[in-house]
């Protein structure tokens, strides 16, 4: 038997001096070990959050989305998923599985291969914060021996703590409470049971195994971690089936417009953006992105989701209006069943916005089309159509008809798909509360992920005609009145006059004139004319000071005649702080989007003070002035260019069309004294949007659309009449109206007759007596040069 015996004496030989080198490595390794503080003072990288005012997540920035969650506050479910799907024995073992560990040795052997570990938790932990995912015996040598340390400085709970906030788990979340958001846009305590497995699932391939990123393999490993559950005695049998039989319902990401799943952010892209730029401004980029720092901003989810779908159906209105333009792009689409893998790609580099989804046709006639995404085909016929059909006609252009190949547009509607495109036009809306200038709402385009470019606070436009309650404005503090009489007939003025360098004829919109016209009409129906000659009267020099009274920059509104037809630059920004001095009774507050500022700890580290109106904030024009403002305002409303507005049914609005020269901008400034906001729509390179697409028709149905959320529930207030304003009869009785009680009530008197020379009559009427030096244009051409 001795044959047997020295075999064994050596095996046992061998394996002594094996252990013992071991031991010996280990002994040597023992003191090199990390140490264990960034486990013990567990500071994890926590992003910068942004809400909104009543508490809804608006975004996040950081390179790792993750939320803290402590141990008591895991969901039962969650724990026994995870000891089930990772390590069943977790509480029992000292951080180490030796038969785990043997059965992943002897197979790793016999497939030569390194593909299994045998991994405990506690040593995934001692991975995920030291070690490197190299495959190598020495690195699982230290994983071993970290895992131990780790069991004797940590508790259980705490070790499974850590892993629960730590491991990355795919789409940038790290840890289970951000993953429950973001794969199911709800906290980790109110997940499923379903939910759970499914997360629990995810640690072995988290990026290729996600359900937004793999759908199916999301589901094959949620069906594994409840069968495991249900071989442990977690779950029971009627448990294990009700879990699988649950539908998936995915918050975020491609699928979740798959599905038809809205996800729980707010539309907020462009604000936030400018949150995120004032944070590092002023703590840095490290702070900013991995301290936890959280922003309350001013807006609210309801008012903010109103104007992102206002601005975003007055854009596709307008769109509509202007027709079908054919495919975004032709792709080459042999006869047969195409490649789809190149047909997926081609619809991944095109994107989707929002609703607006994109899509290849496969096959398309007058009747109906099929297109291809995602792996579906859908039909789209009826309806659907209605839109595209010019350019689903066989004598349709080549270059844009729809056909086999076209990559397209679709969104869903209540009765199904329909062909549609993405606007070639952007817009703006901004809302800010007149008071203290607290951003109600902020759209800065028609969609952040295809331009980023904000049009709230960086598109310098001419504001046209919503520019011209300023000049009015000026001119209340020069003598007029609302019933004060102008001229609106045709004028021209010669090159180097007080209208600028090149010689003018400016006209109404509609090049038609009333004669003799009151203020209060000639702004509620947007004349030219009558503007342009009271800022003549009362100087344009002066009323370019005046208005940077409203926050407007003097340096954008060159001291020309043209500067009365909006001709100068502003942004919504800078119009809606304009016009919440008109609204607060005529103080000047300035915009502002943050509310407060914590840090990862909930401590409040920053706070905005804004100016109040009425409180801290300066006066900058007279209260009557902003009072008779409001009233020439609120009949642009009643019976003006802004008349649409009265589908609102409420009688404290006021505000302003604008439309610039050759419809190239259109905007609508409104307010009630508690709300001011802007619309504007355009195109990114100013052009022409098209015959009459003014302020009234393309800007006011977004404001309205808003506004409508914005108002709801809130009763009808006014701005209290100050002291100081009389009212006369104007228009030969016919009406009275207002005026500053320290002035003479406004001349009524009409245009000169034959024997009424046209010098006197305009001397009397404006202010300018008998033998004064002429200005440099004679009265005669400035009055009657017709053309």
Not at 132 to 151: F, G, H, P
Not at 240 to 245: E, P, S
Not at 473 to 494: F, I, N, Q, R
Not at 609 to 620: D, F, I, M
Request: positive net charge.
């Amino acid at each position: 038997m001795r044959w047997l015996f020295y075999p064994f004496v050596a095996l046992l030989a061998l394996a002594t001096i094996g252990l013992a080198t071991l031991a010996v490595i280990c002994l040597l390794a023992w003191p090199n070990l990390p140490a264990l503080d960034v486990l013990i003072d567990y500071k994890p990288r926590i992003p910068m959050r942004v809400y909104t005012a009543d508490g809804h997540l608006i975004t996040e920035f950081g390179e790792e989305r993750r939320t803290v969650v402590r141990i008591q506050n895991v969901p039962n479910y969650l724990r026994l998923a995870l000891l089930a799907a990772e390590d069943e024995n977790f509480y029992d073992h000292m951080g180490i599985d030796f038969i785990g560990i043997t059965r992943a040795f002897i197979n790793n052997l016999r497939t030569d291969s390194r593909g299994q570990g045998g991994s405990t938790i506690t040593m995934q932990v001692a991975r995920n914060f030291f070690l490197t995912r190299e495959r190598s015996y020495n690195r699982k040598l230290y994983e071993i021996l970290l895992a131990l340390k780790i069991e004797n400085n940590l508790t259980k709970d705490q070790i499974l703590e850590l892993y629960i906030n730590q491991i990355f788990l795919g789409q940038r979340a790290y840890g289970f409470s951000a993953a429950a958001r973001i794969y199911f846009g709800k906290p980790l305590d109110k997940l499923t049971l379903a939910e759970n497995a499914m997360l629990a699932g995810l640690p072995q391939a988290p990026s290729n195994a996600n359900p937004i990123t793999n759908k199916a393999l999301a589901q094959q490993r949620q069906r594994y971690v409840l069968r495991r559950m249900l071989e442990a005695g977690f779950i029971t049998e009627i448990q294990y089936k009700q879990a699988l039989d649950e539908p998936l319902r995915i918050a975020s990401g491609a699928a979740a417009r798959e599905a038809g799943i809205v996800g729980t952010l707010v539309h907020a892209e462009y604000l936030a953006e400018i949150v995120r730029q004032i944070a590092i401004e002023q703590f840095g980029e490290e702070t900013s992105y991995q301290s936890g720092l959280k922003i309350i901003t001013t807006i609210t989810r309801a008012e903010q989701e109103a104007a992102y779908a206002a601005l975003r159906k007055g854009v596709m209105d307008y769109d509509r209006r202007h027709g079908y333009r054919g495919a975004e792009k032709m792709l080459s689409l042999p006869s047969g069943t195409p490649k789809y893998g190149t047909l997926n790609a081609e619809i991944a580099l095109a994107r989707d916005y929002g609703d607006l989804l994109a899509a290849v046709v496969l096959d398309a006639s007058p009747k109906e089309v099929t297109v291809y995404r995602n792996g579906k085909t859908h039909s789209i016929s009826g309806d659907g159509l209605r839109f595209a059909a010019p350019l689903l006609r066989e004598r349709a252009p080549k270059s844009r008809q729809i056909r086999r190949g076209a990559l397209v547009r679709v969104r869903r509607t209540s009765q199904g798909l329909e062909l549609t495109q993405l606007p070639d036009a952007e817009a703006a809306l901004l809302s800010i509360d007149s008071k203290t200038g607290a951003v109600r709402a902020l759209i800065g385009g028609f969609d952040f992920n295809r331009r980023k470019f904000n049009n709230v606070t960086q598109a310098e436009r001419q504001p046209g005609s919503s520019f011209k309650p300023f000049i009015y404005s000026a001119s209340l503090e020069k003598g007029y009145a609302p019933g004060s009489l102008v001229l609106d007939e045709p004028l021209s003025y010669p090159a180097g006059s007080i209208a600028g360098e090149d010689s003018w004829a400016p006209r109404n919109y509609d090049n038609k004139y009333s004669g003799t016209i009151t203020l209060r009409d000639a702004l509620a129906h947007s004349k030219n004319i009558p503007a342009i000659r009271v800022l003549e009267d009362i100087n344009p020099s002066y009323a370019q000071q005046y208005i940077g009274r409203f926050g407007f920059d003097a340096a954008h509104h060159p001291p020309y005649l043209a500067m009365a037809l909006g001709t100068g630059s502003v942004t919504p920004w800078e119009m809606a702080s304009a016009y919440a001095v008109f609204s607060n009774g005529g103080y000047r507050v300035n915009p502002y989007i943050i509310k407060e500022i914590r840090d990862g700890n909930d401590k409040l580290i920053a706070r905005t003070k804004p100016l109040v109106a009425g409180e801290n904030a300066k006066r900058v024009i007279d209260a009557r002035n902003a009072w008779v403002m409001t009233s020439l305002l609120q009949d642009v409303v009643r019976r003006g260019t802004a008349a649409r507005a009265r589908s609102l049914n409420r009688s404290d609005l006021a505000g302003k069309t604008g439309t610039t020269n050759d419809f190239v901008d259109a905007w609508f400034c409104g307010y009630n004294p508690k709300v001011v906001a802007v619309s504007w729509i355009g195109f990114p390179i100013p052009r022409n949007l098209g015959r009459g697409e003014t302020g009234g028709t393309a800007a006011l149905p977004i404001w309205i659309d808003y506004m409508r959320t914005a108002l709801a529930g809130t009763p009808e207030t006014a701005l209290p009449r100050p002291s100081g304003i009389a009212t006369a009869k104007v228009l030969d009785g016919n009406r009275e109206d207002f005026y500053y009680a320290e002035n003479q009530p406004p001349e009524q008197r009409l245009p000169p007759s034959a024997d009424d020379p046209a010098e006197d009559w305009f001397s009397r009427l404006f202010g300018v007596p008998q033998g004064s030096p002429q200005p440099r244009v004679p009265v005669e051409e400035r009055l009657f040069n017709y053309h």
